[in-house]
Structures are given as structure tokens and as C-alpha cells.
């Protein structure tokens, strides 16, 4: 260790600790001699890293290199974490330096510092340290060709099963390296194992990671949404989370019409009796139904829905009145001939019923919305017109009705 130090103060001799530049050929030799320890190659770095040089990037990627390399030299645990803080301090170099050369190697170092698999030679896991700094790298250094080895290796982490605190820790710094690199790169084949993160049991903390990060990797994931929201292997609070996912996105309004086409029919098409699941189907039918209206109608299959939303409250005794009104006020605001003729046929099933009944609250409530709709359509058609005539001047209906009938009248001339 006295050779080894004695070179570093020559090395360093009259230099400032943080240097914008050192000469650091004579470390690096100092760093590789083939009987130096790992210990004594960690104060070698701990020093350069210290030192506040700039432009060694070329440095870090030998001594990377050499590490890799001298890893089957570890017989003891206190090794296996020399080497690991060691790793993390050249990756971390790696990065700051956005050396690129290096990519290769940092991938070399994910699969050597893997959590997963202990040790041979100590039959111990490593940390996850070094397989984080160096997945956090390889985003730095913009190695974009092994975005799909991180994914694959996200979607392994996510499929691991926790046995024990120290796994858990371990795992989620793997996992919080994967999310870093897979952030930095913006690709959205990111977006899904990233969004499985949030939706995993992991701790909060990096499932806040995960949360902060998908804004990030996509403006658009409306692609992904739809596959996760229609898959039959997603339930439904992962399909509600998803689309909620969706509403935080700068996604352009066709994308949310597309996603919420999709949410819509799901939360109608998924059957299942559990109530849970049922109250998440919900609310995401009547998020959707809110977005259709904003964001329009991206195919006609979704009136059929629409009128679902409307028929099924309708016949229950137990109607979810808040989706008839979210509904009622999206076939206003779209306007269209098949939206005011879906708002004509409730009229037409209200007139029969004001007619013989039964008429009550309920009625008497969906009434007065299917009318207030059909008046902010615009509509001129003449069914609707010959329909609210006749309501206007039949004494069956109230003064009330009969008044909301005529004011629908005027808003369509």
C-alpha cells in the first residue's frame, strides 16, 4: 500500500483537489499492477474521483475495463464490496464524462454486478449499486441500442418475487437504474415496464420514481395505454391506473379519443362480479365518457357504448346517475346525427313512459338532461322537432317540462 500511495502524492503533488485536469497515465498504471488489491484500487479512485478532474473520461473506461477483469479474483465478502463501490465510482466517472466508448462495458458491468444471481466464488448477491450507476450510465452516455436489454431486464425485475428485506433493497436499486436509463432515452417501449413499476409492490419511494418518470419518457404513450387498458391479463385497477396515466400526458386530442374509444368498451366488454373491480370499470367508463367529450369520437363504435352507459343506468335500480349525466352531456356536446339520434330515442322511451309510467324521480330527472342536450345540439332534424312539439303541448307533462320542451324548441330554430 506505501508504493501505491506514494505514487498517487507524486502524481498529485502541487495540484489544487479539484483540478480541472491531472495527467493520470501514472494512476492508471499504479491502478492495473497485477498485484495491487481491491482496496488498494478503490483509494485510487476514490482520489481521482475526489481530485474534481474533468476529461478523464478515457481513465474510468480502463479502469472499468481492468475491474471487470479482476472480478474473479474475489474470495471474500469484504472484496465483493470493494469492487462493487469501486464500480460505482467508474460509471459514475463514465457518465459524467458521457464517455461513450465505454457503453459496451457498462452493459458488461450490469450483467456482472447482476442482483440476481450471487457471487460464484463467495456465493453472495451484489448490492445493486453498481448495477444501478452503471444502467444510470449507459442513459448518460446515450448508448440507445441497449434499450431493448433494459427493457427485458426491467421486465425481470418486475417479475422477481421479493423473499426477504435485503432482496427487496437490492432489487429496487436495479430497478431505479433501469427507470433512470429508460427515462434519459425517451423511447416509449420504456413506457410499459416503467409504468409496471408504479403499479408493482415496491417500496413508495420507487414507485414515485417510476411515477415521476413516464411524463418523461413519452409526450404520446396512447398506444401503450390502449394494449394494457384491452389486455385480458391486465385487471381492472391496472387498467384504471393506466388510463389516469394517460390524462397526465401532453398526448394531442386524437390520441385521448383513441384511448378513451378503448376504456370505454373495456369497462362495458369485462365481466367479472367482484365489486371492486366492478367500481374501478366504472370509473373509468364515466372518465372516458368525460374525455369522449372533450376530445371527440374516435370511431362510431362508441356511440353503441355511449348508449350503454345510458341504458344500463336506466333499467337499474341502482343507477349510477353521474354516468347518465357524463353521458347525456357528451352526446350534446358531439352533436352529431348519430348523437342526437341516441338522444331522441331516450326522449322517445321517457315520452312513453310519462305516458304509462313509471315516472319518477329517476325519470322525471333523466328528462330534463335528455332535453337540455338535445337543445345544446342545434339539431333541426324533424323527428326531434315533432317530439318536443308534442311534449311542449301535452297536458300529461308539467308546466315545467312543458317549458323545458319549448326553450329546446327555440334553441334548434
Not at 73 to 95: N, T
Not at 143 to 153: D, E, G, L, S, Y
Not at 220 to 225: A, Q, R, T
Not at 272 to 301: F, H, P, W
Request: glycine share 6%; charged share 25%; net charge neutral.
Amino acid at each position: 500500500m506505501k508504493r501505491s500511495l506514494t505514487a498517487l502524492i507524486l502524481c498529485l503533488a502541487g495540484i489544487p483537489l479539484f483540478a480541472q485536469n491531472v495527467n493520470v497515465s501514472g494512476l492508471l498504471n499504479d491502478y492495473k499492477r497485477q498485484d495491487g488489491t481491491f482496496a488498494e484500487r478503490y483509494e485510487i479512485l476514490e482520489i481521482v474521483r475526489d481530485s474534481g478532474s474533468t476529461g478523464i473520461g478515457e481513465f474510468y473506461h480502463e479502469a472499468l475495463k481492468f475491474l471487470i477483469l479482476r472480478l474473479p479474483d474475489i474470495v471474500s465478502r469484504a472484496d465483493q464490496d470493494i469492487a462493487e463501490r469501486s464500480a460505482v465510482i467508474v460509471c459514475q466517472g463514465i457518465g459524467a464524462e458521457k464517455y461513450s466508448d465505454a457503453s459496451h462495458d457498462l452493459w458488461q458491468t450490469v450483467e456482472a454486478f447482476d442482483v440476481t444471481r450471487p457471487l460464484a466464488r463467495t456465493r453472495i448477491n451484489f448490492e445493486g449499486q453498481a448495477m444501478q450507476a452503471a444502467l444510470t450510465a449507459i442513459g448518460q452516455v446515450d448508448a440507445r441500442n441497449f434499450v431493448p436489454a433494459i427493457v427485458q431486464r426491467l421486465n425481470q425485475l418486475n417479475s422477481e418475487t421479493f423473499r426477504d428485506p435485503d432482496t427487496r433493497r437490492r432489487i429496487q436499486r436495479a430497478v431505479v437504474g433501469c427507470i433512470s436509463a429508460l427515462e434519459t432515452f425517451k423511447d416509449i417501449s420504456g413506457y410499459r415496464p416503467v409504468f409496471y413499476v408504479y403499479m408493482g409492490s415496491y417500496d413508495g419511494a420507487v414507485k414515485t420514481i417510476a411515477s415521476n418518470a413516464l411524463p418523461n419518457i413519452t409526450d404520446d404513450p396512447s398506444d401503450v395505454i390502449i394494449e394494457i387498458i384491452m389486455s385480458s391479463s391486465s385487471n381492472p385497477p391496472v387498467k384504471l391506473e393506466a388510463w389516469k396515466e394517460l390524462l397526465r400526458t401532453r398526448a394531442p386530442d386524437e390520441s385521448k379519443a383513441r384511448a378513451a374509444a378503448a376504456a370505454l368498451s373495456t369497462g362495458w366488454t369485462f365481466a367479472t362480479t367482484d365489486r371492486g373491480y366492478q367500481a374501478s370499470l366504472r370509473e373509468m367508463r364515466k372518465g372516458a365518457i368525460d374525455i369522449i367529450r372533450e376530445c371527440g369520437v374516435a370511431n362510431d363504435s362508441v356511440y353503441a357504448d355511449l348508449k350503454k352507459s345510458y341504458s344500463a343506468n336506466f333499467i337499474s335500480d341502482r343507477p349510477d346517475n353521474d354516468e347518465v349525466m357524463l353521458t347525456l352531456n357528451a352526446l350534446g356536446a358531439i352533436g352529431s346525427d348519430q348523437a342526437v339520434s341516441l338522444l331522441y330515442g331516450f326522449l322517445q322511451e321517457l315520452n312513453a313512459r310519462r305516458r304509462s309510467g313509471p315516472w319518477g324521480n329517476k325519470e322525471r330527472m333523466y328528462f330534463e338532461w335528455v332535453v337540455l342536450c338535445i337543445g345544446a345540439t342545434g339539431t333541426k332534424s324533424p323527428e326531434v322537432v315533432l317530439l318536443l312539439t308534442t311534449i311542449h303541448r301535452n297536458s300529461n307533462y308539467t308546466r315545467r317540462e312543458q317549458s323545458m320542451a319549448e326553450r329546446a324548441l327555440n334553441q334548434n330554430r
